[in-house]
């Protein structure tokens, strides 16, 4: 069946250093993946999106790195600032008309002064 | 343009009590989904809706019923609350599944069942 995954529970990094969220996938159908922030308190927050026919993607301090032969899926955010400190969660659509999105357990990235 | 509204924020029911959870979204949203999200896992999908007139069910759908009556609404119902179901509650929306489009999520719910 569907599902998504992720390596790591939590992450810990230094302030201004670059980190890397890992989640796997097991629906080869997938063909699009969403990460999301979500702070303590709110709602899942858009940060980027990967279509299947991507190998990658970047956007300001965040770059989505898609492997559909291993079907895993990065997230990279560069020179790390206390505001990334968030649960970031991997979310995938399996495939075409396919109408959910099915989201993984979560990583928690806390960010050192 | 506010988004997904929820209300209400936060709840306590007592076992056997029955509520609705209100979700409005003001951005013309065809698809909008409930998921609701226990403590230190991810979202997990309970109903969602392609338009008005039109539900089905996620992952998780037992023991909630949904209704889709306007573009703009999509409350969830409880019948019998059930200490299981105390979780966050989120809903969200987004444009055109085919385009691929991310979800826009309300702020959320936080039941209690006691």
């Known amino acids: 069946g569907e599902s998504v995954g992720l390596h790591l529970p939590t992450l810990s990094v230094q302030e201004g250093d670059n980190s890397i969220i890992n989640c796997a996938y097991s629906?080869?159908?997938?063909?699009?993946f969403i990460w999301y922030k979500q702070e303590s308190g709110k709602g899942p927050q858009f940060i980027i999106d990967i279509r299947s026919n991507m190998d990658k993607r970047q956007g300001q301090r965040v770059t989505v790195l898609l492997n559909k032969t291993v079907k895993h899926l990065s997230l990279q955010i560069a020179a790390t600032q206390p505001g990334d400190s968030a649960v970031y969660f991997c979310a995938e659509k399996g495939g075409r008309g396919a109408q959910k999105l099915v989201f993984g357990q979560g990583t928690r990235l806390t960010i050192n002064p | 343009n506010a988004g997904v509204t929820q209300t209400p924020k936060f709840r306590i029911l007592k076992i056997g009590q029955s509520m609705t959870l209100q979700c409005t979204q003001d951005m013309n949203h065809n698809y909008m989904y409930w998921y609701r999200q226990d403590p230190g896992m991810g979202l997990k999908l309970i109903y969602y809706s392609v338009g008005a007139g039109i539900t089905d069910k996620g992952e998780v759908p037992n023991g909630y019923n949904v209704s889709r009556s306007t573009t703009e609404d999509f409350p969830l119902r409880l019948e019998l609350a059930a200490p299981s179901q105390t979780s966050v509650y989120f809903c969200?929306?987004?444009?055109?599944?085919?385009?691929?489009?991310?979800?826009?999520f309300g702020q959320g719910t936080r039941l209690t069942v006691v």
């Open positions: 969200a929306s987004s444009y055109r599944e085919r385009l691929n489009t991310e979800a826009f």
């Open positions: 629906n080869s159908a997938s063909d699009y």
